[in-house]
T-cell receptor, first 114, second 119 residues
C-alpha cells in the first residue's frame, strides 16, 4: 500500500523567510510519480511539480525548489523568500506510474505573515 | 494543457434530495476519471475510479449505492449523491487522465472542485 506522510501540520513564518515542507513516502512500486500541489482558500488544487522516480535531479523554479532523495524516500519542497501569497495548504502526493490513483499526504498549512 | 471542469462549483440542497456533479475533460479524452472527497481541514480521499464505459471501482468504505458514478463518454463523468444528508457535506474533486491525439498523459488533471452543503 502507498503512503505519504507530511509530518508538519502547520507552519508559520514571517515574510521573506525560507521554509521547507517535508514529504516522506512509502511504496512497493519501482516506478511512480511524486507531486506537490498548492490549495489556496478557494479550494482549487494548483499543480506545482511532478517528478518521476527515475529522475532524482533537484529542480528549481523561481522561488520554489524541490529535493528528491530516493534513498530516504523523501521529496521536500522549499520556498525561498516566502511571501504572503504563498499562504495555503500544500499537499504532497504519490501516484502509480500508469496514471493510476494518487495517494495524498495530510497537507501542510503554511501561513506567511507580513 | 489539459483542462478539467466541474459543475456546479457549489450546491446547497435539502436533506434527502439527490445531487448530481459533473466532471468534464475539455480538451482531451478522459479514459480514466477519479472522484475525491475532502472534508474541512483534511486531505483528499479517493472515493472511486472510473474507466469510460465500465463500472466504477469504489474504495473501501465508500457506499456504491449512495455515490453513483457514471462515466458514459470520454469527456464526461458524473457523481450523484443520493439521498444526501448533512454528513455528506464536503468538497468533491474530480480528476482525469487519458489521451489527446497521440499524446498519452501519465498524470491526473484536477477539476476545481464542487462544494456540497446539505441542510
Amino acid at each position: 500500500a502507498q503512503k505519504v506522510t507530511q509530518a508538519q501540520t502547520e507552519i508559520s513564518v514571517v515574510e521573506k523567510e525560507d521554509v521547507t515542507l517535508d514529504c516522506v513516502y512509502e511504496t512497493r512500486d519501482t516506478t511512480y510519480y511524486l507531486f506537490w500541489y498548492k490549495q489556496p482558500p478557494s479550494g482549487e488544487l494548483v499543480f506545482l511539480i511532478r517528478r518521476n522516480s527515475f529522475d532524482e535531479q533537484n529542480e528549481i523554479s523561481g522561488r520554489y525548489s524541490w529535493n528528491f532523495q530516493k534513498s530516504t524516500s523523501s521529496f521536500n519542497f522549499t520556498i525561498t523568500a516566502s511571501q504572503v501569497v504563498d499562504s495555503a495548504v500544500y499537499f504532497c502526493a504519490l501516484s502509480e506510474f500508469n496514471a493510476g490513483k494518487s495517494t495524498f499526504g495530510d497537507g501542510t498549512t503554511l501561513t506567511v505573515k507580513p | 494543457g489539459a483542462v478539467v471542469s466541474q459543475h456546479p462549483s457549489w450546491v446547497i440542497c435539502k436533506s434527502g434530495t439527490s445531487v448530481k456533479i459533473e466532471c468534464r475533460s475539455l480538451d482531451f479524452q478522459a479514459t480514466t476519471m477519479f472522484w475525491y472527497r475532502q472534508f474541512p481541514k483534511q486531505s483528499l480521499m479517493l472515493m472511486a475510479t472510473s474507466n469510460e464505459g465500465s463500472k466504477a471501482t469504489y474504495e473501501q468504505g465508500v457506499e456504491k449505492d449512495k455515490f453513483l458514478i457514471n462515466h458514459a463518454s470520454l469527456t464526461l463523468s458524473t457523481l450523484t449523491v443520493t439521498s444526501a444528508h448533512p454528513e455528506d457535506s464536503s468538497f468533491y474533486i474530480c480528476s482525469a487522465t487519458g489521451t489527446s491525439g497521440r499524446l498519452s498523459y501519465n498524470e491526473q488533471f484536477f477539476g476545481p472542485g464542487t462544494r456540497l452543503t446539505v441542510l
